[in-house]
Structure formats: C-alpha cells, structure tokens
C-alpha cells in the first residue's frame, strides 16, 4: 500500500523539508509514503474558480487511478490519533492506495472536495501548509506505530 501526500505549493522552508523526511524515512517498506508536491496556480487577476481548475487538474494528474482520495479539510471529520490509527488500518486491509490533499492557499476545489472519499481536518487551528505537512506525516507515523505495537505512541 502506498500513502500520497500531495500538497499544492512545492516551496517550504527547509526545516518543515527537514521534518518531512526525517518522519518518512521512519515508514516501513510495506507502507510506502511519498510527497507530490504541485504548482500554486499564480494568483494574479484570475478568477477563483480559474485557479481551482487549474490546481485540481495538477492534483488529478499525479493521483493513481483508483486511489481513494482524502481531502484535508477545515470543515472535514475530526480524528483522534487512535482513529486515525484505525482508518490507516483500514485502508491498508483494503490495499488501496490513499491519496491525502493538502490544498493551496485557497483550499481545495469545492467540487473534488466534495467527490472525494473522505474529508478530515487536522486541527481545528487554520495551520501555514508547511506545518500541516509536518504535523500530517508526523499523525500517519504515529498511527503505523499505534497499530505495530511501536512504542512511539504513548497513551
């Protein structure tokens, strides 16, 4: 099983770059992570909905066919560490590919949002895109260890 993050801003500080791969290295073979970043749209005079188009297409572009599809969402499902465990459990049962979004500075086109398979929210705090890069491989690390027995987690 694979976990894609793809994130649309392919700049972040070095130390957000840093915690990134310090966190994905830690994941075992058998749950492959990887980081697509994607090109903010230029905002200029564009309309809204012109450069949700054009992110959303990027986003699709780079997302498996049969992927099942997570927005991060400030209005999506809160999750626990331990349900968050739980669903990582789940999607790794079915063996499909999960494709995670962390959206631009606009969010998320509203139409793919609402297509997506599942919507949850990190924090109910509005977090800069580098910290919600850490703070989500740091929360799917801590789940793979909640449901391997790992120490990491601590209750």
Known sequence: MRLLVVAVGQRVPDWAQT?????AKRFPSELKLEL???KTEPRGSKSLETLYAAERERIEAVIPR?????????RGTALTTLSLASRLKGWQLEA???ALIIGGPDGIDPA???AAHERIRLSDLTLPHAFARVLLVE???RAWSVNAGHPYHRE
């Open 139 to 141: 929360q799917l690390y």
């Open 19 to 23: 915690a990134w791969y310090d966190y």
């Open 36 to 38: 697509k970043a994607i």
């Open 66 to 74: 049969g992927s099942r599809i997570v927005a991060l969402d400030e």
């Open 112 to 114: 793919f949002k609402q």
């Open 96 to 98: 499909d590919d999960v």
